[in-house]
Every structure is written in structure tokens, then in C-alpha cells.
């Protein structure tokens, strides 16, 4: 039997409610957070509309990107932009930001089809940190730019206060892209080697590679993430023969 997404969002009112209590934002439009909440999965299983939170998410990545870059620019007037990217980067990561919606308890109001609920979706840190994208977004949307840099001043603003540039190791992408910029004024490439899994539980696998060498390879939930694990393994690889040289 499907359900609508202004029936869902009735039904689950109070949850609702709760949330944006957790979030510290009351919704104008409260289906906007329904939305953001509801999983590819379910959508395909019980929504006759289809709406799910993949074009929210999407949104929520480019606004979250712009707020925390603004918010770093404000804190580091003097960093050079490479730095200033790498701990971007750093704070917008998979984990870090599946970290934080773990903080509002956003695994439990998420809206999974079975399989993905069954295989402990509402764990995963490519969903959580998807879902706490797709929040933002529809906080953009049900506000303004100004409302998401609120919130992003108040949740990621003490993170970088305490660590600052240390935040700068946590990104192996935009490291190996620095060394190797440094070392050859050229970067990597990065190719989807294999996509396997249903779409609720896509695993993907990702090279990188130099000058026709791959350099490593790493496996995960979402491309982000398999992309940072390649890179962690190119950095590694990198070190070994700079020791064996040396």
C-alpha cells in the first residue's frame, strides 16, 4: 500500500516536531523535512509520488559547502586557499558529517525500504551523512542562506575553533592532490572501477592513478568515500617508495 508524502508527514507529526527541536529550526514547510528524511528505498516501496531525498541532498552539498567555506574565510583571513579547501573538505567529509547526524539522532526518524533497514542502513555513514545533506537543503529552501549559516556557525564552529588546520590531515584527497601538484604541477584521476550492489546498498570501487600507474584503490558506500580511501592508499604507497630511496 503507498502513501503520500503530505500523509506521511501528517502521521508522523510529532516525530517531526521533535526533530526540529533536536535541529534548532522550526520548519515553515514541515513536508520539506519529511522529504529529507525519506530514503531512495522507501520511496521506491511505498511512496506513490517517488519524492526522496537525493535532489535535496544535492542541494544541501553545494549550500553546506559555500556556509562552511564562508565560515572558514571569516576564522582564517589569512590562510592560503589550498588550506582553506583542505580543511573544507575535512569538515564535509563522510564521516564527519555522518558523525553529526548522529548527534541530532537522525537514523532513527529516517524513512528506509526493508532490505536497507534490515541491513542496518540507518547505521551507515554514506545515508547518515546523505540525509544530514538533504536536512540542510531543505533548511535552505523552507529559509535562507542565512539561516543555514547559523547553523553551521553553531554545529561546525567550536570543531574548528579547537582544531583548526589539524583538521587539514583528515582529507587524503586534497593531500595526495597537493603533493603531487607540488612534485609534478599535475593531479590525479580518479576511475570508477566497479559498481556492484543493489541501489539501496551500491558498493563502489575507485582507483587513482598517475601518468598510467595506479597508485591505489579503495572500496565504499558512496564515491566520496571510496575516493578518499584510494587516496589514502596512494599517499601510503607514495611514503613506502620515498623510504625504499631513501
Given amino acids: ?53 537525493e535532489t535535496l541532498e544535492f542541494l544541501g552539498d553545494a549550500v553546506l559547502d559555500m556556509a562552511i567555506g564562508h565560515l572558514l574565510f571569516l576564522r582564517f583571513p589569512n590562510l592560503r586557499e589550498g588550506k582553506l579547501t583542505r580543511i573544507r573538505a575535512a569538515l564535509v567529509n563522510e564521516s564527519s558529517l555522518a558523525a553529526l547526524a548522529r548527534s541530532f539522532e537522525l537514523g532513527k526518524y529516517l524513512f528506509l525500504g526493508r532490505g536497507e533497514d534490515s541491513s542496518s542502513g540507518r547505521e551507515k555513514p554514506s545515508i547518515l551523512c546523505g540525509t544530514y545533506e538533504a536536512v540542510i537543503g531543505a533548511m535552505f529552501l523552507d529559509s535562507s542562506y542565512e539561516t543555514v549559516q547559523t547553523h553551521v556557525r553553531q554545529n561546525f564552529g567550536s570543531l574548528i575553533d579547537q582544531q583548526g588546520e589539524q583538521l587539514i590531515s583528515v582529507d587524503a584527497k586534497s ?42 584503490s579503495g572500496c565504499a ?8 580511501r584510494a587516496a589514502a592508499a596512494a599517499l601510503a604507497f607514495l611514503q613506502e617508495q620515498k623510504q625504499a630511496v631513501c
Avoid at 597537493?178 to 570508477?192: A, D, I, K, S
Fill in 1 to 53: 500500500m503507498t502513501i503520500t508524502l503530505e500523509e506521511l508527514t501528517q502521521q508522523h507529526g510529532e516525530q517531526l516536531t521533535g526533530l526540529q527541536g533536536k535541529l534548532g529550526y522550526a520548519f515553515k514547510k514541515v513536508s520539506l523535512l519529511q522529504q529529507a528524511l525519506i530514503h531512495s528505498s522507501f520511496a521506491f516501496e511505498r511512496l506513490n509520488c517517488g519524492r526522496h531525498n
Fill in 221 to 228: 558506500s558512496s564515491k566520496k568515500e571510496a575516493e578518499q
Fill in 175 to 216: 593531500k595526495l592532490q597537493e603533493q603531487l601538484q607540488e612534485q609534478h604541477n599535475e593531479g590525479p584521476q580518479y576511475v570508477l572501477e566497479a559498481e556492484e550492489g543493489p541501489a539501496h546498498a551500491r558498493l563502489f570501487t575507485i582507483s587513482v592513478r598517475f601518468h598510467d600507474q595506479t597508485l591505489g
